[in-house]
């Protein structure tokens, strides 16, 4: 089986580097003119694949706005995970899990094993108990062709007062958890499974990204504050790595399909100028 960093960077370089968030929060629901229930959840989910399961690289589910509806948002999880990955596009699942022992294993028999009903090309995860913690999770990745992205610099206020703390060693909480990743993918070519999460809003905060060797999640584009401008400060040395992500500059021009298509042309478009330097 092919590696994900290998399918992940076939992905970018044929559809774009860009990730659409799939976000069904209740105000995006209203906006569509949809309930905020469970059969409101599964025609935003039908829209959105329709929409963009044949165009974009990735799509990244956020895994608590379908588990909020139970087990029939569940349910609607796994045909939207297995829809899309019909389509051909790689689906990055936003669970953020993270624990020790027997309880991460299963995490990661749920995510990152073919004979889960949630089965996903790659999963987001906290490594706030020590990236060792998360071993299970790169192991059972690794054995089938899976990614894991860890948090390292997120854009929410509150992270730098842990992700910027500094250890006895001099590195910053953050700088030991991108190093730990640049480990795991040392040697991996064309890219490494094993990625982090970067907020395109965080700014010049002297992080070496440089050596990472696998993808560079980037959240907080368009409706968060960022724009692609700012990829080039958060990223410089590594911007071939980087999956920018958008969800609502995208979704909240649906229900429309040809909307939602053009306004997710319109954001690889930007990114791509900046990424690669092409116009379009």
């Given at each position: 089986?092919?590696?994900?960093?290998?399918?992940?960077?076939?992905a970018?370089?044929?559809?774009?580097?860009?990730?659409?968030?799939?976000?069904?929060?209740?105000?995006?629901l209203?906006?569509?003119?949809?309930?905020?229930?469970?059969?409101?959840?599964?025609?935003?989910?039908?829209?959105?694949?329709?929409?963009?399961?044949?165009?974009?690289a990735?799509?990244?589910?956020?895994?608590?706005?379908?588990?909020?509806?139970?087990?029939?948002?569940?349910?609607i999880?796994?045909?939207?995970?297995r829809q899309?990955?019909?389509?051909?596009?790689?689906?990055?699942?936003?669970?953020?899990?993270?624990?020790?022992?027997?309880?991460?294993?299963?995490?990661?028999?749920?995510?990152?094993?073919?004979?889960?009903?949630?089965?996903?090309?790659?999963?987001?995860?906290?490594?706030?108990?020590?990236?060792?913690?998360?071993?299970?999770?790169?192991?059972?990745?690794?054995?089938?062709?899976?990614?894991?992205?860890?948090?390292?610099?997120?854009?929410?206020?509150?992270?730098?007062?842990?992700?910027?703390?500094?250890?006895?060693?001099?590195?910053?909480?953050?700088?030991?958890?991108?190093?730990?990743i640049?480990?795991l993918?040392?040697?991996?070519?064309?890219?490494?499974?094993?990625?982090?999460?970067?907020?395109?809003?965080?700014g010049?905060t002297g992080?070496d990204?440089?050596?990472?060797?696998?993808?560079?999640?980037?959240?907080?584009?368009?409706a968060?504050?960022?724009?692609?401008?700012?990829?080039?400060?958060?990223?410089?040395?590594?911007?071939?790595?980087?999956?920018?992500?958008?969800?609502?500059?995208?979704?909240?021009?649906?229900?429309?399909t040809?909307?939602l298509?053009?306004?997710?042309?319109?954001?690889?478009?930007?990114?791509?100028?900046v990424?690669?330097?092409?116009?379009?």
């Amino acid at each position: 089986m092919e590696s994900f960093g290998t399918r992940l960077r076939r992905a970018m370089d044929e559809r774009g580097p860009l990730c659409v968030g799939v976000d069904p929060h209740p105000g995006l629901l209203e906006r569509w003119g949809l309930r905020d229930d469970a059969d409101g959840l599964a025609a935003f989910c039908e829209r959105v694949v329709e929409a963009l399961g044949e165009r974009v690289a990735v799509v990244k589910p956020q895994s608590a706005f379908f588990e909020r509806h139970g087990s029939r948002g569940v349910a609607i999880l796994e045909s939207t995970i297995r829809q899309f990955r019909n389509f051909g596009c790689l689906v990055l699942l936003d669970v953020k899990r993270g624990d020790i022992g027997s309880t991460v294993r299963a995490y990661a028999d749920a995510y990152l094993d073919p004979s889960s009903s949630l089965y996903v090309d790659a999963i987001t995860a906290s490594p706030y108990l020590g990236v060792g913690s998360l071993a299970p999770m790169f192991e059972t990745a690794a054995a089938h062709g899976g990614g894991v992205f860890v948090l390292a610099l997120t854009s929410n206020p509150e992270g730098p007062s842990v992700q910027h703390a500094v250890g006895p060693d001099g590195r910053t909480v953050a700088q030991t958890v991108i190093d730990e990743i640049s480990q795991l993918n040392r040697g991996a070519q064309p890219l490494g499974s094993f990625g982090l999460v970067v907020g395109a809003t965080v700014g010049a905060t002297g992080h070496d990204l440089s050596g990472v060797g696998g993808p560079l999640l980037a959240p907080g584009l368009g409706a968060q504050g960022a724009t692609p401008d700012d990829l080039r400060t958060v990223f410089s040395g590594n911007l071939p790595a980087v999956l920018p992500s958008y969800s609502r500059e995208v979704l909240a021009h649906g229900p429309d399909t040809v909307a939602l298509q053009a306004a997710a042309e319109r954001a690889l478009a930007e990114c791509r100028a900046v990424l690669t330097g092409a116009a379009g």
